[in-house]
C-alpha cells in the first residue's frame, strides 16, 4: 500500500516534485505517474492498481488538470472506489468547473503567494486523520478488487479473525471518510455468506454424528445394562454430542444473523451513496430496506435519518393532467397549488396533502404527436395574485390567446380578456391590480390589463420583441417591468408610459445556434437581471449600465432551463431544466447548492412556497412534485429582524412556549416569540451592537444579554424592562450565564487589552449589579463560561497567547482552578456546557472540532470531527443521547454521544450558524445565523418514530425489480 497517489497535469509538475520530496523526507510513500504516455489500456489498469493501493488520492487543482481528461478519469475512479479526496490548490479555478466531488471539499491552498510549510502541515494531518480507518479501507479495497479480477475466486474470501475485523469496521465505517464502497460491501458478505456456509456443512456433520453416536448409545444400554459405569459412560457422551449440535445450531443462528447484518450495512452503505448522488428517493427507499429487520444495526437507523430528512419529494401529485404540465403557481396564503396542462386541463391540489381538490378542462380542438396531447385551450400560464385577500384570484394564459380570470375557491371563471395569439405567460402586478400578457407572434405580443376595468381592452402595448414573449416580471414597486424573447433579448419596461428603458442583448451563443430566452427575474436589490437562455446558461446583468456581470457556469449545455423562480428570502435561485432536475443555486455567487431528482422527464415551472421550506414543479411526465428544499426536518422559517442583520443569538423557554433570540449589529433588538404562532410577541432595545450572548434565569423571569457594545443587561422578560446594565471596557461580551439560583452570573469579557492579562471572566451580583470576583487564569481572550447544573463547579472556554484553546474548571465556592481540559483543540474554545447531571463538558472551537470530557478527571472521551468551520454554538440533549452542535458552516449537527458518530446534517442556512437551542417535550430544535432566519427542525431520531412520521411528509416509492437484484433486496421479482 501506499500512502498517496497525485493526480496532477504535467504543467504542474515542478510544484508536484516538491509535494512527492516533501512527503517522501516524512516516510509517506507517494504515488505519482512522472510519464507523459499514450492512455493505454495497461496504462490505465496500472493506473488503477495505484489508486486501489493508495489511502489518499491528492487532486492538484488547476486550470490545465480540471480540463485534462486523464485527471478527470483518475479522480472519478477514486470517487467510484471511495478513496479519501484531497483536493489542494495550485492555480484557482472556479468550483463550478471542477469534478462534483472535489468542488464540495474543503481545499488546501498551495498556491504561490502561500505559506508551503503551514499548508504543508496540515495537509500532513490530514493524512494521518484515523489512519486506521483509511488503512483498512484500502487493504480490503485491495483484496476486494483481486477478488473481483479472479473471477469471485472462494479462495480470496475472508475468514476468521479477518472476516470479524472486516465487518466491524463496515459496522463502524458510515460516518467516516473515505466511505465503503460496493466492492467492499459486496467482498465482506461473500465472505460472510461463504462462512455460513461452511457453517451449515459443520451442523451438518454434527447432526450425522449425532444420530450414531445415539444408536451407539442405545446399543450400549442395552449390551452392557448391567454396567452402571458403562452406562454413565454412555450419558457422558449423549450429553457430549447434543451439546456440540446445540453448539452448532447458535453457530447456524450467529452465522444468520451475521448475513443480516451484513446485507442491512450494505443496504445502509448504498444508502448513504444515493444521498451523495442527490438521489434522496432510492436512499429512503434503500434505507427502510436496510431497517426491515428485528434488530438493525445503528448505521441503518443513521442511513434512515440521514435519508428520510434529506432535501427530496415530499408528495407526488399525479393524475390531474393527461399532457404535459405547462403552467403552475402557489397561492399567495400557500394553501394551494395550482396546475394546467398542455391538454387544456385546470388541478387544484392541497398543498398540505398533496391532494387534488378541483379539475377543469377547457375546449379546444385537440392535436397528437411526441408522445403528447394539446389543445387550443391549453393552460400555458398561472399566476395567484399576490394579495393574501385575493388568494383565491388566479390568472390564466390559454393556447386561444385568452387571458382568464378565475376564482378557485368558487372554481369558476370569472372574466376573459381575449387576443388572437396563444398567451405564453400572465403575471400580476405587486399591488393586484394589473395583469401582464405575453404572447406568440412577431409583434403585438406584449399587453397590461386592468383587473377591475369593465372595458376589455388593454390599458398598455409595449412594442419591440420581434419574437414570442416568454418571460415577465414585475419590480417589487410595480413601476418596472422586465421581459424575455424568443428573440434573444431582455427589455427594461416603464410600466406606466410603455417606454423601452434598456435592452439586454440580443444574446449570442458560442456555437452560433439560435437563442432564445426562456426565464428573467429581478435579483433581491432589483438592481440586476437573472436571465436563462436555451442552451443552459444564466447570465447577470446590470440593469442600469445593461453590461453583463456574471454568468453561471451551468455546465449543462444540453439542459435548458425552462422556468426559474427566487426564493422568499431572495438567497436560492430554483431552475427548472429538461434534464429533469430541478437545480438550486446561490443568488449572489451562483454558487450551485445541489439538484433535486425524482422527475422522469423534461421540467417546465418551479415554484417557491411563501414558507421558502418547500417548492413545487411541474413536468412533462405529467406530475407536479413537492420538495423539500433544505430536507424534510425543516418545518418553517421565522424571520423578524431588518434586511442584512444576522439572528446572532437564541434561547428557549423550558416549556417550549416561547423563544427570545439577539439580533446582530445592523438590528441590535432581543425579539420574545411566540412559538405556537410564530409572531413576535415584545421586543427588548437598548444594546447599540449586535447581541451575541444570552441566557434565561432557571425560573425564566431574567433574561441576562452580552453584545458587541461591550455591556451586559439584565432584562425582565414579562415586562421587556431593562434592569441592570453593566459596562466592561470590552470589545464584546461573547459569553454569559446566570448562576442555578438565579442571584448571579458570570461574563465572558473579550477585553480591549489583549496583550495585559485582562482576559478574564466576571461574576456580577445580579441584584445589585455589583462585581463579585473575577476569575484570571486565561492567556488569552476568554469566550465562553458556564456553571455546572448544582452551581458548584465553573467552566470557561477562550483562547491563548499560543493559539491554542483552552477551557478551564474552577471551585465556584473559593474561585480556585481545578483543572484545564486541554490537549484537543487547536484553536479558541467557542462554547462550553455542562451535562445535567455534570459528569460530562462539552466544548466547542475554532478548530472545528467538539470535544466530551469528563469532568471529574479531565479526560478526552471523544472528538466529533465533521464541521468544516469554527464550531460555534453546542448542547445536549434533553436525554443527554446527541449532541447538537451549530457552526460557520452554515450547518446545524447532530452526533451520537455514547459513539461520537455524526448522525445528521441540517442545511437550511445561508450563511453562518450562530445558536442552536432545543425545544424540550418535542423532537423540535431552533437554529439562528448570520442570514437573519430563525430555523425550525423537527428531527425524530428513533426508527419506529420516523416510520409514523414519513407519511404525509415523504414521498416513499418502491424498488425496481432491477433494483432488487442490484442491491439484493428479497423477496426477487418474480
Request: contains cysteine; proline residues 3%.
Amino acid at each position: 500500500m501506499t500512502d498517496v497517489f497525485i493526480s496532477y497535469s504535467r504543467k504542474d509538475g515542478e510544484f508536484v516534485r516538491r509535494l512527492h520530496d516533501s512527503l517522501h523526507a516524512r516516510n509517506h510513500d507517494t504515488w505519482v505517474d512522472w510519464q507523459d504516455i499514450p492512455l493505454t489500456s495497461e496504462w490505465w489498469n496500472e493506473i488503477q492498481r495505484g489508486i486501489d493501493a493508495a489511502q489518499n488520492f491528492i487532486f492538484v487543482i488547476s486550470p490545465d488538470s480540471v480540463t485534462s481528461p486523464v485527471c478527470t478519469n483518475e479522480v472519478q475512479y477514486a470517487v467510484e472506489t471511495n478513496k479519501r479526496l484531497i483536493p489542494v490548490v495550485r492555480r484557482e479555478v472556479p468550483p463550478t468547473q471542477m469534478h462534483k466531488a472535489l468542488a464540495r471539499h474543503n481545499w488546501l491552498f498551495f498556491r504561490e503567494e502561500d505559506d508551503f510549510d503551514k499548508t504543508f502541515a496540515e495537509l500532513l494531518r490530514v493524512i494521518n486523520l484515523d489512519l486506521k480507518h483509511v488503512q483498512a479501507h484500502t487493504r480490503l479495497n485491495v483484496r476486494a478488487r483481486e477478488w473481483e479480477a479472479r473471477g469471485r475466486n472462494p479462495s480470496l474470501l475472508l475468514r476468521g479473525d479477518d472476516l470479524h475485523e472486516a465487518e466491524t469496521w463496515l459496522a463502524q465505517s458510515g460516518s467516516k471518510d473515505p466511505k465503503p464502497t460496493e466492492a467492499h460491501t459486496a467482498y465482506i458478505i461473500a465472505s460472510r455468506r461463504a462462512a455460513s456456509a461452511r457453517q451449515r456443512v459443520t451442523l451438518g456433520a454434527v447432526s450425522v454424528a449425532l444420530v450414531a453416536a445415539l444408536i451407539l448409545t442405545v446399543f450400549a444400554f442395552y449390551a452392557f445394562s448391567v454396567a452402571e459405569t458403562r452406562r454413565q459412560e454412555s450419558d457422558l457422551r449423549g450429553t457430549a454430542v447434543a451439546q456440540n449440535a446445540a453448539t452448532a445450531v447458535a453457530a447456524q443462528a450467529t452465522a444468520e444473523r451475521s448475513a443480516t447484518i451484513a446485507n442491512s450495512l450494505a443496504l445502509a452503505a448504498s444508502a448513504g451513496r444515493a444521498i451523495e448522488a442527490e438521489n434522496t428517493d432510492l436512499a429512503l427507499a434503500l434505507a427502510l430496506q436496510a431497517n426491515d429487520s428485528a434488530d438493525p444495526p445503528t448505521q441503518a437507523r443513521y442511513s434512515l435519518i440521514s435519508a428520510a430528512y434529506a432535501p427530496g419529494t415530499r408528495h407526488v401529485m399525479s393524475g390531474g393532467h393527461g399532457s404535459w404540465v405547462m403552467a403552475l403557481d402557489v397561492s399567495a396564503d400557500g394553501r394551494w397549488y395550482l396546475s394546467g396542462g398542455l391538454d387544456g386541463t385546470l388541478a387544484l391540489w392541497d398543498a398540505e396533502t398533496g391532494e387534488q381538490l378541483q379539475a377543469h378542462t377547457f375546449p379546444g380542438e385537440a392535436m397528437e404527436g411526441l408522445g403528447m396531447t394539446a389543445t387550443l385551450g391549453s393552460v400555458n400560464s398561472i399566476d395567484f395574485s399576490p394579495l393574501p385577500e385575493q388568494a383565491n384570484l388566479a390568472a390564466l394564459g390559454l393556447g386561444d390567446g385568452s387571458i382568464v380570470l378565475w376564482d378557485v375557491a368558487a372554481w369558476q371563471e370569472i372574466r376573459r380578456f381575449e387576443r388572437i395569439q396563444p398567451a405564453q405567460v400572465v403575471l400580476f402586478s405587486p399591488d393586484g391590480e394589473m395583469i401582464a400578457s405575453g404572447h406568440s407572434g412577431t409583434r403585438n405580443n406584449l399587453f397590461l390589463w386592468a383587473v377591475a376595468d369593465s372595458d376589455d381592452q388593454p390599458v398598455q402595448q409595449f412594442n419591440g420583441h420581434e419574437d414570442q414573449v416568454t418571460s415577465l416580471a414585475f419590480s417589487r414597486d410595480g413601476r418596472r417591468l422586465l421581459t424575455g424573447s424568443w428573440d434573444a433579448t431582455v427589455r427594461l419596461w416603464n410600466v406606466r408610459s410603455g417606454r423601452e428603458l434598456n435592452t439586454y442583448g440580443p444574446i449570442t451563443n458560442p456555437t452560433g445556434d439560435a437563442v432564445t430566452v426562456v426565464a428573467a427575474v429581478f435579483n433581491p436589490t432589483q438592481t440586476r437581471a437573472l436571465i436563462s437562455v436555451n442552451f443552459g446558461a444564466i447570465f447577470v446583468y446590470d440593469l442600469e449600465t445593461g453590461r453583463e456581470l456574471q454568468n453561471f457556469a451551468t455546465g449543462y449545455s444540453a439542459a435548458s432551463t425552462a422556468d426559474m423562480h427566487i426564493s422568499p428570502d431572495g438567497d436560492v435561485l430554483a431552475t427548472a431544466t429538461y434534464d429533469s432536475f430541478v437545480y438550486l443555486w446561490e443568488v449572489e455567487t451562483g454558487r450551485l447548492i445541489r439538484r433535486l431528482i425524482g422527475h422522469e422527464a423534461p421540467l417546465s415551472r418551479v415554484r417557491f412556497a411563501p414558507d421558502g421550506v418547500t417548492l413545487v414543479s411541474a413536468s412533462q411526465d405529467m406530475t407536479l412534485r413537492e420538495w423539500y428544499v433544505n430536507g424534510g426536518a425543516q418545518s418553517r422559517v421565522l424571520r423578524g429582524y431588518a434586511d442584512g442583520a444576522s439572528a446572532a443569538s437564541l434561547v428557549i423557554t423550558a416549556d417550549g412556549t416561547r423563544a427570545i433570540s439577539g439580533g446582530g449589529d445592523a438590528d441590535p433588538v432581543i425579539l420574545l416569540w411566540d412559538l405556537a404562532t410564530g409572531e413576535v410577541i415584545r421586543r427588548m432595545e437598548g444594546h447599540d451592537a449586535g447581541v451575541i450572548a444570552m441566557d434565561l434565569s432557571d425560573d425564566e423571569r431574567l433574561l441576562l444579554s452580552g453584545a458587541w457594545d461591550g455591556t451586559a443587561r439584565l432584562w425582565d422578560v414579562e415586562t421587556g424592562e431593562m434592569l441592570v446594565q453593566i459596562t466592561l471596557d470590552a470589545l464584546a461580551i461573547p459569553g454569559v450565564d446566570i448562576s442555578p439560583d438565579g442571584t448571579h452570573a458570570l461574563i465572558a469579557a473579550f477585553m480591549r487589552d489583549m496583550l495585559g492579562g485582562g482576559q478574564v471572566v466576571y461574576e456580577y451580583d445580579l441584584t445589585t449589579g455589583e462585581e463579585m470576583r473575577q476569575f484570571v487564569g486565561h492567556s488569552g481572550p476568554v469566550l465562553a463560561a458556564a456553571y455546572s447544573p448544582d452551581g458548584s463547579l465553573i467552566l470557561t472556554g477562550g483562547g491563548s497567547l499560543t493559539g491554542r484553546g483552552e477551557a478551564i474548571l474552577w471551585d465556584a465556592a473559593s474561585g480556585a482552578q481545578i483543572r484545564t481540559f486541554d490537549g484537543v483543540h487547536t484553536s479558541a474554545v467557542d462554547d462550553v456546557v455542562f451535562s445535567q447531571d455534570g459528569r460530562l463538558a462539552l466544548t466547542a472551537g475554532q478548530d472545528f472540532l467538539l470535544a466530551l470530557w469528563e469532568v471529574a478527571t479531565g479526560a478526552e472521551l471523544y472528538s466529533f470531527v465533521g464541521h468544516s468551520d469554527v464550531a460555534r454554538s453546542v448542547i445536549f440533549s434533553p436525554d443527554e443521547q446527541t449532541i447538537i452542535s451549530a457552526s460557520f458552516d452554515d450547518t446545524v449537527r447532530l452526533w451520537d454521544v455514547a459513539t461520537g458518530t455524526q448522525i445528521l446534517a441540517l442545511e437550511g442556512h445561508s450563511n453562518d450558524v450562530f445558536a442552536v437551542a432545543y425545544r424540550h417535550g418535542t423532537d423540535t430544535l431552533l437554529s439562528s445565523g448570520r442570514d437573519g432566519q430563525i430555523i425550525e427542525w423537527e428531527v425524530a431520531l428513533e426508527t419506529d418514530a420516523i416510520r409514523a412520521w414519513l407519511p404525509g411528509h415523504r414521498f416513499v416509492r418502491e424498488l425496481t425489480c432491477l433494483e432488487r437484484r442490484q442491491y439484493n433486496v428479497t423477496p426477487l421479482c418474480p
